[in-house]
T-cell receptor, first 117, second 114 residues
Framework: ETGVTQSPTHLIKTRGQQVTLRCSSQ?????VSWYQQALGQGPQFIFQ???????GRGNFPPRFSGLQFPNYSSELNVNALELDDSALYLC????????????????FGPGTRLLVL | KQEVTQIPAALSVPEGENLVLNCSFT??????LQWFRQDPGKGLTSLLL?????REQTSGRLNASLDKSSGRSTLYIAASQPGDSATYLC?????????????FGAGTRLFVKA
């Protein structure tokens, strides 16, 4: 177990709706990254938060947004859901050393599987 | 633009066989390369992380090598077991963009037959 939890485990939404996914990082980890993994593909980097600020973003539109809280929890929000948003959403937490020194790994949660109908 | 490719996409081997999974990347400017394991419907578990200055890392029956100049990495699994059945993902941390926009390959799905 990595100590990273995500909720809910599964979710079904309809096109146009909004969704909030939650992640609880390991204690002491002030960096969280979110990834989208479509079926049969590797995870795609969405964005990263460091000390409650967005620290970098992948090639995802603004309707993907996030929040990070001081208690090591974070959220991924997706507005105006599209069918192609159906995927496994993974969060990964890491300590400051991850991106300052690239010495450490990220610890992944089990993911939230989102289905958009 | 960094791209990561993994070959083969799927592999089925009998128990006890030694095997090699391949990963290639297009830009040698990386901070590190990492191999992950993913069980069906689950998150990722880090297996080995190789810094850009290193050539290989070993953990138990696993050995990963890195050749930055050729843009290649291999994951060697010795004496494979049915419990090794999973998808293996290769990921690089590009030196551009601060190194944290980890880029993953699509994975190699491994099945070890008892």
């Amino acid at each position: 177990e990595t100590g990273v939890t995500q909720s809910p485990t599964h979710l079904i939404k309809t096109r146009g709706q909004q969704v909030t996914l939650r992640c609880s990082s390991q204690s002491g980890h002030n960096t969280v990254s979110w990834y989208q993994q479509a079926l049969g593909q590797g995870p795609q980097f969405i964005f990263q938060y460091y000390r409650e600020e967005e620290n970098g973003r992948g090639n995802f539109p603004p309707r993907f947004s996030g929040l990070q809280f001081p208690n090591y929890s974070s959220e991924l929000n997706v507005n105006a859901l599209e069918l192609d948003d159906s995927a496994l959403y993974l969060c990964a937490s890491s300590s400051e050393g991850f991106w300052l020194a690239n010495q450490e790994t990220q610890y992944f949660g089990p993911g939230t599987r989102l289905l958009v109908l | 633009k960094q791209e990561v490719t993994q070959i083969p996409a799927a592999l089925s081997v009998p128990e006890g066989e030694n095997l090699v999974l391949n990963c290639s990347f297009t830009d040698s400017a990386i901070y590190n390369l990492q191999w992950f394991r993913q069980d069906p419907g689950k998150g990722l578990t880090s297996l080995l992380l190789i810094q850009s200055s290193q050539r290989e890392q070993t953990s138990g029956r696993l050995n990963a090598s890195l050749d930055k100049s050729s843009g290649r990495s291999t994951l060697y699994i010795a004496a494979s077991q049915p419990g090794d059945s999973a998808t293996y993902l290769c990921a690089v941390a590009p030196a551009l963009d601060g190194g944290f926009k980890t880029i993953f390959g699509a994975g190699t799905r491994l099945f070890v037959k008892a």
